[in-house]
């Protein structure tokens, strides 16, 4: 099973909004729903940002938004704050009954 | 609150095996999933696995095809992986996550501390 493709680094200004794309195939992101999304800071474990593509856990700040085209779906953060530098990483449920993560994003906050 | 906890960090040499623990607590351990993740340094998250707490069936990568075993003790309330025949790119922090909610809430909505493996002659 291959990663799900993601731009290696975003960046953006205080206050814009970024998108981050995760392109997958017919055989993840294009079977089902199953889209999630994880922000994870340096010598830290990952943190639940989205799951079935579009909905947020309790918790998380709105500025986090998931949507989803065919195979490719995307994490978008509006009003971006330095404290959103991180790494993001795609994840999708396969038709193998696996799941499969992306290659990662770092996002800079300039 | 809901918490995964790991075991401690691991060094093993090339060709050994290693057997990590992942103790969850603040739910019932046979209603969710655990699922297993691998970070090399530098490297993105990779899914190694996942196994059912109920039932215990399991399924992983075909990445490890062979060399990975995924067990859970109910009465424990712990889940474990077993990673065979480790070479140098096994080296990697190893996390357990529970997945939220088949087919209602589909993520990893909680994740062990990690543990570390070292695998060095």
């Known amino acids: 099973q291959s990663a799900l493709t993601q731009p290696a680094s975003v960046s953006g200004s205080p206050g814009q909004s970024i998108t981050i794309s995760c392109t997958g195939t017919?055989?993840?992101?294009?079977?089902?729903?199953?889209v999630s999304w994880y922000q994870q800071f340096p010598g830290n474990a990952p943190k639940f940002m989205i799951y079935?593509?579009?909905k947020r856990p309790s918790g998380v700040s709105n500025r986090f938004s998931g949507s989803k085209s065919g195979n490719t779906a995307s994490l978008t953060i509006s009003g971006l704050q330095t404290e959103d530098e991180a790494d993001y990483y795609c994840?999708?449920?396969?038709?193998?009954?696996?799941?499969?993560f992306g290659g990662g994003t770092k996002l800079t906050v300039l | 609150q809901v918490q995964l906890v790991q075991s401690g960090a691991e060094v093993k040499k090339p060709g050994a095996s290693v057997r990590l623990s992942c103790k969850p607590s603040?739910?019932?351990?046979?209603?969710?999933?655990i699922h297993w993740v691998r970070q090399a340094p530098g490297q993105r998250l990779e899914w190694m696995g996942w196994?059912?707490?109920?039932?215990?069936?399991?399924k992983h990568s075909q990445n490890f095809q062979g060399r990975v075993t995924l067990t859970r003790d109910t009465s424990a309330s712990t889940a474990y992986l077993e990673l065979s025949t480790l070479t140098s790119e096994d080296t990697a922090v190893y996390y357990c996550?529970?997945?939220?909610?088949?087919?209602?809430?589909?993520?990893?909505?909680?994740w062990g501390q990690g543990t570390l493996v070292t695998v060095s002659s």
């Open positions: 996550a529970r997945l939220a909610q088949w087919p209602s809430e589909v993520g990893l909505d909680y």
């Open positions: 603040g739910y019932t351990f046979t209603d969710n999933a």
């Open positions: 196994i059912n707490g109920g039932n215990g069936f399991t």
């Open positions: 017919s055989s993840d992101i294009g079977s089902y729903n199953f």
């Open positions: 079935d593509v579009t």
């Open positions: 994840s999708s449920y396969t038709t193998s009954d696996t799941w499969v």
